[in-house]
């Protein structure tokens, strides 16, 4: 199949497919006389697994991680579990951010008095906040102030692609 019927099988769009390639977590496809991509069923079953570990808000570094021990299936699984681990840990932790930074929301809302812009309560908190914060520097390590969606650290070292890619999250 060519990577248009791919894109359609696996429900995801060819310049993230391109993308996934560039990455080396889908491997290369083979070429027709005219160069097109030919494209088969290992490659829907490999794109499935890519879009599922996506779904679970994994980097492509743990993906990456991930697709070298399911391709060498006689190795450990304690490493799968450490990388796993690490991830739930991550997971763990943006709960507790996302629910301090609803908790900031909802005391941000509560400050509105329905009047006017000119006297808006939230619009005043938001200013007050963002200048207390640029006073007090914080590390930009810390708080969900700083957080950026997908990334978080490696098994083995820090993330390769931070967090990103081009297209629509498969």
Known sequence: MKIGE???TAQTQ???IRYYEREGLLPEA???DANYRIYDESHVQRLAFIRHCRSLDMTLAEIRTLLEFKDAPAGSCADVNTLLDEHISHVATRIRE???LEKDLKLLREQCA???AGDCGILSGLEKAALQQS???TPVSK???AHIH???PQVGGPAKEGGTQPAKKA
């Open 6 to 8: 791919l894109a359609k």
């Open 143 to 145: 708080g969900h102030a």
């Open 150 to 152: 997908g990334t978080h």
């Open 135 to 137: 006073r007090h520097r």
């Open 98 to 100: 996302l629910k301090a």
């Open 30 to 32: 083979a070429r027709t």
């Open 114 to 116: 329905s009047g006017g």
């Open 14 to 16: 060819t310049e993230t």
